[in-house]
């Protein structure tokens, strides 16, 4: 069965003081892993995909990576409005359509 | 403005009856799906659809309908057979159901039974 976990559930941090949020998956194959922000009460907003061992992203403060058995979201000199819940998602090689399947997500509190 | 709209924001529903969320996208996407989201888990699908008229039952389908008869709407009819309603409900699409294409969501919709 497919797994994706998100640690730590909650991160707390002082503002610029840089950190790494983790998502480890578990899939016969990867086709695509999806890292999404989602502030309270909206929908996820896409942040990026990454789709081979090796390969990063960065967008602003944030930068993501992926290696074979997970991935990591580096947040460096966070401010308040870095706060929010970070999701991650993987999409199998066998998955019909377009499925995804999400981790519990990490929530992330940046105080001034 | 390109996006998903989903309405209305807040929904409550007595026992026993059905309600319809809404959601629609002028994206030009051909890939639709609805996803449930409860506190402390991740999204779990419900149903998706990659083309008009056409739709598949995701992981909890089990107590809700969908219908694709234009590209533009994807709405979500949970019925009373849905035992545990209360949840956030999310709208997403993406420009088709081809390997790892990127799915936007919507604003979501928060449903309460009473």
């Known amino acids: 069965e497919d797994q994706v976990t998100q640690s730590p559930e909650a991160l707390r941090l002082q503002e610029g003081e840089s950190s790494s949020l983790n998502c480890s998956y578990t899939v016969s194959g990867l086709r695509g892993l999806f890292w999404y922000r989602q502030d309270p009460g909206k929908g996820p907003e896409f942040l990026f995909t990454?789709?081979?061992a090796g390969e990063e992203k960065e967008k602003e403060r944030l930068k993501a990576t992926l290696t074979k058995k997970e991935s990591f979201l580096h947040i460096t000199a966070p401010k308040p409005e870095d706060s929010a819940t970070y999701l991650c998602?993987?999409?199998?090689?066998?998955?019909?359509?377009?499925?995804?399947?999400f981790g519990g997500g990490t929530r992330v509190l940046v105080k001034p | 403005d390109g996006g998903i709209t989903q309405s209305p924001k807040y929904l409550f529903r007595k026992e026993g009856q059905n309600v319809t969320l809404s959601c629609e996208q002028n994206l030009n996407h051909d890939a639709m799906y609805w996803y449930r989201q409860d506190p402390g888990q991740g999204l779990r699908l419900i149903y998706y659809s990659q083309i008009v008229n056409d739709f598949q039952k995701g992981d909890i389908a089990e107590g809700y309908s969908v219908s694709r008869e234009k590209k533009e709407s994807f709405p979500l009819t949970v019925t009373s057979a849905q035992k545990n309603p209360t949840a956030f409900y999310l709208c997403?699409?993406?420009?088709?159901?081809?390997?790892?294409?990127?799915?936007?969501f919507g604003p979501g919709t928060r449903l309460t039974v009473l």
């Open positions: 990454l789709y081979s």
């Open positions: 997403a699409s993406s420009i088709g159901a081809r390997h790892a294409d990127t799915q936007y």
């Open positions: 998602a993987v999409q199998p090689q066998e998955a019909a359509g377009n499925k995804l399947t």
